[in-house]
């Protein structure tokens, strides 16, 4: 039906002169010579109001309909209906005006708050002063059906039918009613102070009669007394409306209140000092939310809007903006606020983008996730570099707000770039905001890197001099538990917790003992499903013995090569020194001497191997007690890890090689010496007196004895029957070359373990003569 209504008006709107606006829903108003619709403008949709007189049905009020054409398009003031447009035709009268409610509707509602209705009483008040003053007119038909409300809240007056100039002998108010020319001889504006009475009692209880003149059922007791003069019945006694209005602006009056203030200021809050733009704004934030919200949004908005953008309001003016923009719909607020907001996150204003990161999570719920990540997160961003410590760290803080509207790469990229940074800021606050951000924001990074980035992040915070970024970081490490996976527990996390057990405050070694049981719990848990060993089981051994061995032998023989391997590991390790008449020496260490393989049995002097192979066998180093050593047997049972890479692609969050042992981490190379306790330089030097033997010790030394070069025997013999024939005897003895060290594959491995023993005298007799039974070469039952 209503559409049929649109359509026959339209039609009848295109048989008359242009007019470009379509007619809508009929408005329901109080008897009247108009009919309203609710309209919209062709050209760009906006919405309007339509008043339409049809001439054929109501001839005889044509004179009243042009009367109030008339004035709505000659009197200009904030208070009158706007007009936009109108047309006038033989058959219609049509007038566009902006979007209007009855103010019936509101009475009826009872919706006025005393304060809204005070509000607008004043707005009518000062229209009706300037018709009355200014204009030297009398409305003449001022009630609750003559005044209207826009989509901004405000009051606007019409019902302009029998407005009249008084100087005017043809007014249209002296032929209306007979009678009225009484006006003449009264102050013309004693009919308008009287009908202004009956409004405001309307407004409160409904309607009025005129035996209620003068009554204050519901009224405001501030109103009280100027509203009784105004309903006074002799007309020359009457308070005028200007009167009353300057009564009620009085300090403290009924008009003094602070929205009534805040329509006036909001006017020209461009052109206030700064000293009364502060005021405004500590009053405009004192307002209760039962003001008008209309109001705020359409007028009080957009100037606020402007005073933060060009005009110097500052924070406090955004944060009026923010609190008003709770209150706008989710497409309101895409048209009025966010294009100022995108133009504000790039001001370079430090206090201004402080604000606007403190009222981000107002925000947050009406930004799309490609405005956060694609126009604002990149002006934010660069408050992680601000050198004012107050913009990194609200910049930080607002990370938890817009987390869950950025991408995967994002977060995984740039964000965790810039948050490695402020993990090593100056500010202590900020170094333990930023653990306290990552323990939040856990659950959204990616899972291929979030494991390392936690814990080279926590880790450092561990080592943090200041207490509450350790504190933080223990606890996060046991809220995010859950991020790890068993093996990360138990040799990464568990090692940094350890430290903090005997730490110097109490408040972090409670939090690490709390912390540590997560993670044991953890542990414990896992190891509930993991089997009692990895090796196979006996059956499967057994299972396949060798061709005419037992099962019990291809057991015992499989255990026994085991420790047989292991055992020649150490014996390869281990060294043994035998005299010229086959006693071997067993170096002695500090606290005892280390066991040798039962299998080890000195080569006496009649072998029949070569000089040099019987050394090389019967040299070897001491043996030494078994040490974590990846470089000899120790490397067996404890690999070195190398596939760990954590922190390798993020070297931003420091290196994680500091949590290992120092102990272990140069390996030291081991070498076998021999010398006197006369000289550590030459490492065969004889005793002082010939009587005294030579004493064989076994020692660390960090520099190996061979050169790589072949044995020198002839030579070295050479030089021995020298200095025998010349006396010399008490001289140093030196190994011939190659032979200052014996080797073996196991020696030959990066590390091996140093073995402090004590020296062990041979009893020896040097013979220089050439032995022509046995081949000895002088060296002692080698």
């Not at 209504?5 to 709107?13: E, G, I």
């Not at 949709?45 to 008043?51: H, N, V």
């Not at 005419?548 to 060294?575: D, H, R, Y």
């Not at 040099?612 to 490397?635: C, D, I, M, W, Y």
Request: aromatic letters at 8%; a neutral charge; glycine letters at 6%.
């Amino acid at each position: 039906m209503d559409f049929l209504k649109s359509a026959v008006a339209s039609a009848m709107a295109a048989k008359g002169p242009p007019f470009p606006y379509n007619f809508g829903d009929k408005v329901d108003l109080d008897p009247s010579i108009w009919t309203l619709y609710n309209g919209t403008r062709r050209e760009d949709g906006s919405d309007c109001s339509i008043f339409s007189f049809e001439i054929a049905a109501n001839r005889s009020a044509l004179p009243l309909a042009r009367n109030a054409l008339k004035k709505l398009r000659t009197l200009r003031h904030p208070g009158v209906i706007k007009v936009l447009d109108a047309v006038e035709s033989e058959t219609y009268i049509y007038i566009a005006t902006e979007r209007l409610v009855p103010l019936r509707w509101h009475v009826k509602r009872k919706s006025l708050s005393p304060e809204t209705a005070k509000w607008g009483l004043y707005s009518i008040a000062r229209t009706v002063k300037f018709i009355n003053d200014e204009a030297s007119s009398v409305h003449g038909n001022l009630k609750v059906a003559s005044v209207y409300t826009t989509e901004s809240g405000e009051w606007k007056l019409g019902g302009f039918e029998v407005l009249s100039n008084v100087k005017d002998d043809e007014a249209v108010i002296y032929l209306a009613k007979s009678g009225w020319d009484a006006i003449k001889r009264s102050p013309h504006s004693a009919v308008d102070a009287y009908d202004f009475g009956a409004l405001i009692f309307e407004i409160f209880n409904g309607s009025f009669s005129s035996d209620q003149a003068g009554q204050t059922k519901n009224i405001p007791p501030s109103l009280h007394p100027s509203y009784k003069r105004l309903a006074n019945p002799n007309p020359k006694a009457r308070l005028t409306v200007a009167h009353f209005l300057e009564q009620g602006r009085r300090n403290g009056s009924f008009f003094d209140t602070p929205l009534i203030k805040l329509t006036e200021g909001v006017e020209n809050l461009g052109v206030k000092t700064e000293e009364e733009r502060e005021v405004f704004l500590d009053d405009l934030d004192q307002l209760t939310d039962d003001f008008p919200e209309d109001f705020f949004k359409m007028k009080v908005l957009p100037e606020l809007l402007k005073s933060v953008e060009f005009g110097g309001g500052g924070p406090k003016a955004f944060g009026l903006v923010m609190k008003i923009a709770t209150k706008l719909s989710n497409e309101d607020f895409d048209a009025k606020v966010l294009p100022v907001l995108l133009r504000l996150f790039g001001n370079p204003d430090r206090a201004i983008r402080v604000c606007l990161l403190d009222n981000l999570p107002l925000m947050i719920d009406r930004l799309s996730q490609k405005t956060v990540n694609d126009k604002i997160f990149p002006q934010i961003v660069t408050g992680f570099t601000d050198v004012a410590p107050v913009v990194r760290e609200q910049t930080l803080k607002s990370v938890l707000t817009i987390i869950t509207k950025l991408s995967d790469r994002t977060i995984n990229g740039e964000l965790l770039k810039y948050l490695a940074k402020t993990a090593n800021d100056e500010q202590p606050g900020i170094r333990t905001n930023t653990t306290i951000c990552l323990g939040k924001i856990a659950k959204h990074l990616g899972t291929s890197s979030r494991s390392k980035v936690l814990i080279a992040a926590f880790s450092r915070s561990l080592r943090d001099p200041f207490i509450h970024a350790r504190n933080a970081a223990l606890m996060a490490l046991s809220v995010t538990s859950e991020h790890f996976s068993d093996e990360d527990c138990a040799t990464r996390v568990l090692p940094a917790i350890c430290p903090s057990l005997i730490d110097k405050e109490k408040l972090i070694r409670d939090q690490a003992v709390k912390t540590l049981d997560v993670y044991v719990q953890r542990i414990k848990k896992a190891v509930e499903s993991m089997p009692e060993t990895a090796l196979p089981p006996e059956s499967a051994i057994s299972g396949n013995p060798r061709m005419g061995t037992p099962q019990a032998e291809a057991a015992a023989g499989w255990a026994g090569w085991a420790i047989s391997s292991f055992t020649n590991k150490l014996s390869a390790a281990a060294g043994d020194i035998t005299s010229s008449n086959g006693a071997s020496s067993v170096p002695a260490s500090s606290s005892a001497p280390p066991s040798r393989p039962p299998t080890a049995a000195p080569i006496t002097s009649n072998s029949s191997a070569s000089p040099l192979h019987r050394q090389a066998v019967k040299f070897p180093p001491p043996s030494a007690p078994l040490t974590r050593n990846p470089s000899t047997t120790g490397e067996l049972f404890f690999p070195e890890d190398d596939n760990n890479d954590d922190g390798a692609d993020f070297d931003a969050w420091g290196d994680m090689g500091d949590m290992d042992d120092d102990d272990t981490s140069t390996p030291n190379k081991m070498t076998a010496s021999i010398s006197s306790n006369q000289s550590n330089d030459n490492p065969f030097a004889e005793p002082s007196s010939s009587k005294k033997k030579p004493a064989v010790t076994t020692t660390a030394s960090s520099k190996p004895f061979d050169d790589g070069s072949e044995p020198d025997f002839a030579g070295w013999l050479a030089q021995q029957a020298e200095k025998k024939k010349g006396g010399v005897l008490g001289g140093s003895k030196a190994l011939p070359k190659g032979l200052g060290k014996t080797t073996t594959a196991t020696t030959a491995k990066k590390t091996t373990v140093p073995v402090k023993s004590k020296p062990v005298v041979v009893k020896k007799k040097i013979d220089t003569k050439p032995k022509d039974d046995d081949g000895d070469d002088g060296w002692g039952g080698w």
